[in-house]
């Protein structure tokens, strides 16, 4: 799900040449949980920790990393013309596993994960959207054109996701009054000058 290789593969051998239909299959992301307290199924040990990064990466990783692989990985494939997008999430459960990891989208205590939130923000944007390629402007970022029965969007995100910290900006020559931007969790951004600043999350 880290790059695009694959969807393009499939769009350019099976679905443009063919007209043939695409489905995923086996798309999870593998996280312990973000949560804190005693709904995140973690206790620090005791003292001060070693390697403190390692402790806290369990946090990064189930509230950030994950959840943005998983909205990547639906953009490229549903982006390149797939026509359905499956997360794969039925056979793990947290009761069964709580201090492992796993890819299912529930928490202890039937809460939702980030990467949840994140592929139900996707759905809820682009259900019944059909992708049109990737019409990035630079090569370090992807934009993902759909058309959502007459309504144009676009899911833009940097290819480099090894840095959160890293950005970009991306200035669209249209009428302000006439479009939206969100993040990753589905909260409208403020873009007062037609830019839009984007990182690794889309």
Known sequence: PLKDTQAVGFSEKIIRPFGMELWNTEAGAWCLGFHQGPNSSFRSPPGPAIWPHTDGWRFYRGGDYEASRVARNFLHSVGNGFTKYFYYDSRFSPSQSAGSSHCTIFGVGDTIRAKGVAYAVQAYFFDHAKGLGNISPQKK???????????????????????????????LDLDRAKWKAYDLKGNELKAPDSTIVFGRQP
């Open 141 to 171: 970022m992807f934009a993902y054109v759909f058309d959502r029965g007459g309504t144009p969007l676009l899911g833009m995100f940097m290819s480099d996701h090894t840095d959160m910290t890293k950005r970009r900006s991306l200035t």
